[in-house]
């Protein structure tokens, strides 16, 4: 059984390009959670995605949008790219309802850096 | 909103020897605590996880961490190390009211042989 996978592993953009990256989550979860984590911090919540809605969102600008299917992947799209921009970016799949109580299990990432 | 604090940047530990990590966390209400574990190239891995009950708990890979909540604490522990234990360790904090963790800046442990 596959985890959680993510496209690209790596990625360079320049400033003011946009990235999108992708995102399958653990066979039987329905929810799907990313994060950024810049360098020598810890991941910081951007936005959570169930039933192809956006349910929660970080304190991240409107730069950062989000997408799921209908079979729960999801893609995180970064416009108008910044140097800050540059990070880890992970992925978390779970059931709704059960993220604390099921195991949350997290992605490689997809390592950004912008130009 | 909660958050977590991670006082210790870096640590280093002979293999064999006991470790204790820090972390503290702000919140208003009993919180969710996690611990998590980073390799290299890898993606977070859950340790071990407090939602109520016994104030002490267990983990995968030896580990084991306490609640204490008049300090707003929950240090993990292992009693002895194996080099295999090189990582970036993440304190995190959930609340009962939303699905997103709050996670500490990390602590990288480094054993030495």
Same mark, same amino acid.
């Given at each position: *059984?596959?985890?959680? !996978?993510?496209?690209? !592993?790596?990625?360079?953009? !320049?400033?003011?390009?946009?990235? !999108?990256?992708?995102?399958?989550?653990?066979?039987?979860? *329905?929810?799907?959670?990313?994060?950024?984590?810049?360098? /020598?911090?810890?991941?910081?919540?951007?936005?959570?995605?169930?039933?192809?809605?956006? #349910?929660?969102?970080?304190?991240?600008? *409107?730069?950062?949008? /989000?997408?799921?299917?209908?079979?729960?992947?999801?893609?995180?799209?970064?416009?108008?790219?910044?140097?800050? *921009?540059?990070?880890?970016?992970?992925?978390?799949?779970?059931?709704?309802?059960?993220?604390?109580?099921?195991?949350?299990?997290?992605?490689?990432?997809? #390592?950004?850096?912008?130009? | 909103?909660?958050?977590?604090?991670?006082?210790?940047?870096?640590?280093?530990?002979?293999?064999?020897?006991?470790?204790?990590?820090?972390?503290?966390?702000?919140?208003?209400?009993?919180?969710?605590?996690?611990?998590?574990?980073?390799?290299?190239?890898?993606?977070?891995?859950?340790?071990?996880?407090?939602?109520?009950?016994?104030?002490?708990?267990?983990?995968?890979?030896?580990?084991?961490?306490?609640?204490?909540?008049?300090?707003?604490?929950?240090?993990?522990?292992?009693?002895?190390?194996?080099?295999?234990?090189?990582?970036?360790?993440?304190?995190?904090?959930?609340?009962?009211?939303?699905?997103?963790?709050?996670?500490?800046?990390?602590?990288?442990?480094?054993?030495?042989?």
């Amino acid at each position: *059984d596959a985890g959680v !996978t993510q496209s690209p !592993t790596h990625l360079i953009k !320049t400033r003011g390009q946009q990235v !999108t990256l992708r995102c399958s989550p653990k066979s039987g979860h *329905d929810t799907v959670s990313w994060y950024q984590q810049a360098l /020598g911090q810890g991941p910081q919540f951007i936005f959570q995605y169930y039933e192809e809605e956006e #349910r929660q969102r970080g304190n991240f600008p *409107d730069r950062f949008s /989000g997408h799921q299917f209908p079979n729960y992947s999801s893609e995180l799209n970064v416009n108008a790219l910044l140097l800050g *921009d540059s990070a880890l970016y992970l992925c978390a799949s779970s059931l709704w309802g059960q993220v604390y109580q099921e195991t949350q299990y997290f992605g490689p990432g997809t #390592r950004l850096l912008v130009l | 909103a909660q958050s977590v604090t991670q006082p210790d940047i870096h640590i280093t530990v002979s293999e064999g020897a006991s470790l204790e990590l820090r972390c503290n966390y702000s919140y208003g209400a009993t919180p969710y605590l996690f611990w998590y574990v980073q390799s290299p190239g890898q993606g977070l891995q859950l340790l071990l996880k407090y939602f109520s009950g016994d104030t002490l708990v267990q983990g995968i890979k030896g580990f084991e961490a306490e609640f204490k909540r008049s300090q707003s604490s929950f240090n993990l522990r292992k009693p002895s190390v194996h080099w295999s234990d090189a990582a970036e360790y993440f304190c995190a904090v959930g609340a009962r009211s939303d699905y997103k963790l709050s996670f500490g800046a990390g602590t990288t442990v480094t054993v030495r042989a």
